[in-house]
């Protein structure tokens, strides 16, 4: 199993990282501090590193920075509350993967990872099929029976979480924290709007309503 170290120091986004990586089958470990960043990272032990830069004992560049200098290529996608553009070249100059500036959409964050740990160390696959139902996770293209459904990437995301996860009801709250991120309203109907949308573009009688619970994919 791919193993991804987390290190973040505000809880709520440790956890709403924690989780969906979870949900998606990636092992994962949370850190709070950058030394315990950097000794973590050294171990050999994990494939990619999600890395937030407002650590409280030191600078997240200062842990990219000894983890470079180690020789390590482990991959790091980093965090940050940071826009500025030196901040961004920065931190890909001394060696970041990706950066991905806060607040952030989880399926944003997933596909990153994804992206970077894409090879032969992860075995996964490329392609999600669920009947005449699939998904190109390369290429980000649906396809339903014979034809090509054009989908925007919360469409995709929302798609995908369901094909991940087939066989399973998901409720609302969860499609919320995974699709639309940890700032998501839990009182919002955004979820029920997408899914008639995704209906309409893929069939409607390929997603199921579970009454009182959320939705799966049919079988």
Do not use: C
């Amino acid at each position: 199993m791919t193993r991804i170290l987390i290190a973040e120091d505000e809880e709520r986004i440790a956890s709403f990282v924690r989780k969906g990586l979870t949900a998606n089958g990636f092992a994962t470990t949370v850190v709070g501090t950058a030394r315990e960043a950097v000794e973590y990272a050294l171990t050999g032990d994990y494939d990619l590193m999600v890395l937030d830069l407002g650590l409280p004992d030191d600078d997240g560049f200062a842990v990219l920075r000894k983890v470079r200098d180690s020789g390590s290529p482990l991959p790091v996608v980093v965090l940050t509350a940071r826009d500025g553009v030196r901040d961004t070249v920065t931190g890909l100059e001394i060696g970041a993967d990706d950066y991905m500036t806060k607040p952030f959409r989880f399926e944003e964050l997933l596909a990153r990872v994804r992206l970077r740990m894409r090879g032969e160390r992860t075995g996964e696959a490329t392609v999600l099929a669920h009947g005449d139902l699939s998904l190109d996770l390369r290429t980000r293209r649906a396809t339903a029976g014979r034809s090509t459904v054009d989908l925007t990437a919360r469409e995709f995301a929302l798609l995908e979480l369901l094909m991940r996860h087939r066989g399973q009801v998901l409720s609302r709250q969860q499609m919320l924290s995974q699709v639309w991120g940890y700032d998501y309203d839990p009182g919002s109907n955004v979820v029920d709007v997408f899914i008639r949308a995704l209906r309409k573009k893929v069939g409607a009688g390929r997603i199921q309503t579970v009454r009182g619970m959320g939705y799966r994919l049919a079988d």
